[in-house]
């Protein structure tokens, strides 16, 4: 069982920077892939990035070069830097774990999910 908890959300100015994290348990994090994903009020839930267990990244094209993902194994911890924010990345921010191998871009596939964190860009 992993459990994840989101932090570090909040109100930002539009090109300003935030980092959200993402603290895991579970002693097997640094081989699940993990993933963020957002939603804003009214839409559907987004596939913003995936890092594997080696590290490789996958990004939504609508953050490309603006956000970066990282983790650090040995803290259980995965970061997203947001940087250059716009008022359309609003939403709420969800961090979520992968029990298989690969990481993927859909939310189905990951089994473990954190309760959100909210992320707020005026204009």
């Known amino acids: 069982q992993v459990q994840l908890v989101e932090s570090g959300g909040g109100l930002v100015q539009a090109g300003g920077s935030l980092r959200i994290s993402c603290a895991a348990s579970?002693?097997?994090?640094?081989?699940?892939?993990m993933a963020w994903f957002r939603q804003a009020p009214g839409k559907e839930r987004e596939f913003v990035v995936n890092i594997s267990w080696s590290g490789t990244k996958i990004y939504a094209d609508s953050v490309k070069g603006r956000f970066t993902i990282s983790r650090d194994n040995p803290k259980n911890t995965v970061y997203l830097q947001m940087d250059s924010l716009k008022p359309e990345d609003t939403a709420v921010y969800y961090c979520?774990?992968?029990?298989?191998?690969?990481?993927?871009?859909?939310?189905?596939?990951?089994?473990?999910w954190g309760q959100g964190t909210q992320v707020t860009v005026s204009s």
């Open positions: 979520a774990a992968r029990s298989g191998t690969i990481a993927t871009r859909k939310g189905i596939d990951y089994d473990y």
């Open positions: 579970g002693r097997t994090f640094s081989v699940y892939p």
